[in-house]
């Protein structure tokens, strides 16, 4: 912890003050130093994307939020070092964030943004219905407890990796339709053909070998992919797959929050720290603590 410059609302810009934020993949490959190269730094480097506070100051030509408004959102600048992780943050008005709505705590807000929009553009870019079946994996991650329950709401047949014990546990309570579970760390493909012996209609790849859990589909199947794989990483032409990067636009934040605040969509988090001991929040992130880590910033 240290004491940096508060920032200033640039042009189109909101200064808001963070009550809550959450941790990601992309916070803790930054801390690890993954990101170098790949994201230009501008030090003292904040880290942190997911946000939820309130609005303290508007930047100029910025219209439809006022001073004092409860928001939330993911910083989305094309740089890093402008993060969440502290008292204030600025984030352009245009994109990345959202009102919160009544009904939904401000630390549920914060742990919503990133993980929530990459579940719900990962069921959407496979286009899953009624029916189908739908193999996740990584569901005890962030995203992954997200998408399990967003998969479960539009009636699809949901398999879900977990290792027996607590993670099976974890993922069985997120949502009260019935989850097939697979232990990842046995053998994959026995378990998985007898939940669906034709293969899986979609997959969502969160976490494992992708080419492996593409080689489970059915011909014309669909896999969406946060993690690096794309089309060319494998060689099955009857598949369709879609390198996902989440878009938190406006629409796509008021639709998850909507949901959360309904309660027909929990944020599972499971673990909230203060933000003097962020840095115990990414050791417990990095061992694979399950679902989301909150953090409080004020």
Do not use: W
């Amino acid at each position: 912890m240290t004491e940096v410059e508060a920032p200033r609302p640039e042009a189109g810009e909101l200064l808001v003050k963070v009550a809550a934020a959450s941790l990601n993949g992309i916070d803790a490959a930054t801390a690890a130093g993954y990101m170098q190269g790949v994201m230009e730094h501008r030090f003292p480097l904040v880290i942190g994307g997911d946000f939820a506070g309130t609005v303290e100051a508007l930047g100029e030509g910025v219209d439809g939020f006022a001073v004092g408004d409860a928001v939330f959102g993911v910083v989305m600048k094309p740089f890093l070092g402008s993060g969440s992780l502290a008292q204030y943050v600025t984030v352009p008005a245009a994109y990345g964030v959202a009102p919160i709505p009544e009904g939904l705590s401000v630390q549920d807000a914060g742990a919503l943004g990133l993980a929530g929009t990459a579940a719900l553009d990962s069921v959407n870019a496979v286009a899953l219905a009624t029916g189908e079946t739908v193999l996740i994996s990584g569901a005890t991650g962030g995203v992954g407890a997200l998408a399990v329950q967003l998969a479960a709401a539009r009636g699809a047949k949901v398999i879900a990796t977990a290792r027996p014990g607590a993670q099976a546990a974890f993922v069985a309570a997120l949502t009260d339709a019935e989850v097939h579970l697979v232990d990842f760390t046995g053998d994959l493909d026995a378990q998985v053909g007898a939940l669906a012996p034709g293969g899986v209609d979609a997959v969502l790849h969160l976490a494992g070998d992708g080419a492996r859990l593409a080689g489970l589909l059915r011909p014309g199947g669909r896999i969406a992919a946060t993690g690096g794989f794309g089309p060319g990483d494998t060689r099955r032409q009857d598949v369709t797959v879609h390198a996902m990067r989440a878009d938190p636009n406006a629409a796509t934040l008021t639709a998850l929050a909507e949901d959360a605040a309904s309660g027909a969509l929990r944020v599972p988090i499971t673990a909230v720290y203060p933000l003097e001991q962020a840095t115990d929040a990414f050791a417990a992130f990095s061992s694979g603590k399950l679902g989301k880590l909150a953090i409080t910033c004020s």
